[in-house]
């Protein structure tokens, strides 16, 4: 089939990062894809490969003339051109159209998967938008996993890929990746990791930028050493994830990719205004912990929310060998339910 997949580039590029994502994994599997993006730019150093099977075009205004295809997705609620709605609405077999929502683990996701919301006004009157949740249960619409990424993992050589982007760890120091917002937890971060031998890989941006400011020139502070990385591609900082054996990550693209790799992992949610990302980490801890003993829940709890500002004070690290057990069952939870694409895929033939 077709796919119109409409993005807007709002901040942090966490939206282009999924639908790029998701274009890429439907155009592999058949499917044809276009990418109606605000900004493409991002692109160039975020997947500089162009993908067969996705025509990235630039949204501006209204879109081009051209026919809809069999699917329009929306994503996150960004709206297509109403001229391009009316020509869906005019069709002889108007396209399923799929509000493809951002991904909770709140108990709503599941009431809200997969409704109808008939169009009873505007461009688009007499269709149906669906609403598409992403999720961590069967009752929801799945998380991106490309078939063949567990496959490549296990073939990955991490020494590799470190040498050929410039990065020697020292004998016994243990690899960190960052990859964060502005966060006032930072320095109380590079003090704990100082304490043992570490090697922290900061991403572009505002981590590196952070680690910068706080460590000096010498980018070091005793047993600590920083490096800074140049903007990486998505299938290297898949490779950063799985590289190190503490991933620190932010957003959704990444958080979804720090699980695959199943090592221990610590999630920087977006920050909203009126605090609603409160519970939307509540709600992921709440599952995710569900297996773990007391203690180690209580503690990943504490430093987690100390990381999102909800708490005052940065607690220590969880043990990062016992964490790892619990990260590999997580993931292997996740693995036995479909993927998103595969789930997309069926949902909308279910609805031609």
């Not at 460590?215 to 900082?237: C, N």
């Not at 708490?311 to 036995?336: K, T, V």
């Amino acid at each position: 089939m077709l796919w119109d997949l409409y993005c807007r580039v709002i901040d942090n590029y966490g939206d282009i990062g999924v639908c790029w994502r998701l274009g890429a994994d439907l155009a592999s599997r058949g499917e044809e894809v276009r990418l109606w993006v605000d900004d493409p730019s991002p692109l160039s150093w975020m997947a500089p490969v162009v993908h067969p099977g996705v025509k990235v075009l630039r949204w501006t205004g209204d879109a081009p003339p051209l026919a809809p295809g069999e699917v329009v997705i929306e994503a996150f609620g960004c709206d297509p051109p109403p001229a391009f709605v009316e020509r869906m609405a005019s069709a002889a077999r108007p396209p399923v159209w799929v509000n493809l929502e951002y991904l909770s683990a709140e108990a709503y996701v599941e009431r809200s998967h997969g409704l109808p919301s008939p169009q009873s006004s505007g461009p688009g009157v007499g269709l149906t938008k669906w609403f598409y949740y992403p999720g961590f249960t069967p009752a929801t619409g799945g998380l991106l996993r490309e078939p063949d990424l567990l496959d490549r993992q296990r073939r990955f050589d991490a020494p590799s890929w470190l040498a050929r982007h410039g990065i020697r760890p020292q004998p016994g120091e243990r690899l960190v990746s960052l990859f964060c917002y502005a966060n006032p937890a930072v320095p109380a971060l590079l003090d704990m990791l100082a304490q043992q031998p570490t090697l922290l890989l900061a991403t572009a941006g505002a981590a590196a930028t952070q680690v910068a400011r706080e460590l000096g020139p010498t980018l070091a502070r005793r047993s600590l050493r920083a490096v800074p990385l140049p903007p990486l591609t998505q299938i290297d900082f898949d490779h950063l994830l799985w590289s190190c054996e503490l991933n620190f990550v932010r957003g959704e693209d990444s958080f979804v990719r720090a699980q695959w790799a199943a090592q221990p992992f610590v999630w920087q949610i977006y920050p909203q205004h009126d605090a609603a990302h409160a519970a939307k980490l509540e709600a992921f801890l709440e599952r995710f912990v569900a297996t773990f003993d007391a203690t180690e829940a209580a503690a990943l709890r504490a430093f987690w929310l100390t990381w999102n500002g909800l708490n005052s004070s940065l607690p220590p690290l969880a043990s990062i060998a016992s964490w790892r057990d619990r990260c590999e069952a997580w993931r292997d939870s996740l693995l036995a339910q479909d993927d998103l694409a595969t789930q997309l895929i069926r949902f909308v033939a279910e609805r031609r």
